[in-house]
T-cell receptor, first 113, second 117 residues
Framework: DAGVTQSPTHLIKTRGQQVTLRCSPK?????VSWYQQALGQGPQFIFQ???????QRGNFPDRFSGHQFPNYSSELNVNALLLGDSALYLC????????????FGDGTRLSIL | AQKITQTQPGMFVQEKEAVTLDCTYD???????LFWYKQPSSGEMIFLIY??????QNATEGRYSLNFQKARKSTNLVISASQLGDSAMYFC??????????????FGRGTQLTVWP
């Protein structure tokens, strides 16, 4: 039973570049959420996808965008990268648009130089 | 805005002893869920235990249990018989059962637990 998988594990970019992070949900899950975790902080909600639509969004600028595919996998895109975007990006999946426990992947550690 | 407070930046416990990690939350909603996650140094976030706001019994899951006091808006995690592998960051989180923020997790800043032999 495959858990949540994220790729890549690590990524180094420079300011102004664009990045795409990928996530495959746990088998049987259909809802994907993305979180940003800065060093020493708790994760902050970016957005959530269900039925290929963005269902809700946290307090993040439009530079952050996403997509969900018919197989429930998801991408997080960040444009015009800033130094402050350096963080661990976590993907979480759950079953249905509900309050069920979310299961997280190992994260993508993004460093901006 | 919802707020989760974990007042203990770090906690130390000897192996085989029990430890309690504190968490308080602030919400005006009546229907919500409370979660605890463990994050080892490798980074993955591991789901430990869940408590619904209407659950009358405290949740238990193996060595993990919750001391849920709804009137005080607190949900403390108790780890019994600590093991060296329990050393990690522990996060308390909350989400609503309905409305526009359904399922969105709000996290505290975490408590770093160190278990020593």
């Amino acid at each position: 039973d495959a858990g949540v998988t994220q790729s890549p594990t690590h990524l180094i970019k420079t300011r102004g570049q664009q990045v795409t992070l990928r996530c495959s949900p746990k088998s049987g899950h259909d809802t994907v959420s993305w979180y940003q975790q800065a060093l020493g902080q708790g994760p902050q909600f970016i957005f959530q996808y269900y039925e290929e639509e963005e269902r809700q969004r946290g307090n993040f600028p439009d530079r952050f965008s996403g997509h969900q595919f018919p197989n429930y996998s998801s991408e997080l895109n960040v444009n015009a990268l800033l130094l402050g975007d350096s963080a661990l990006y976590l993907c979480a999946s759950s079953l249905g648009f509900s309050n069920q426990p979310q299961h997280f992947g190992d994260g993508t550690r993004l460093s901006i130089l | 805005a919802q707020k989760i407070t974990q007042t203990q930046p770090g906690m130390f416990v000897q192996e085989k002893e029990a430890v309690t990690l504190d968490c308080t939350y602030d919400t005006s909603d009546q229907s919500y869920g409370l979660f605890w996650y463990k994050q080892p140094s490798s980074g993955e976030m591991i789901f430990l235990i869940y408590q619904g706001s209407y659950d009358e019994q405290n949740a238990t899951e193996g060595r993990y249990s919750l001391n849920f006091q709804k009137a005080r808006k607190s949900t403390n995690l108790v780890i019994s018989a600590s093991q060296l592998g329990d050393s990690a960051m522990y996060f308390c989180a909350m989400s609503h059962d309905r409305g526009s923020t359904l399922g969105r997790l709000y996290f505290g800043r975490g408590t770093q637990l160190t278990v020593w032999p």
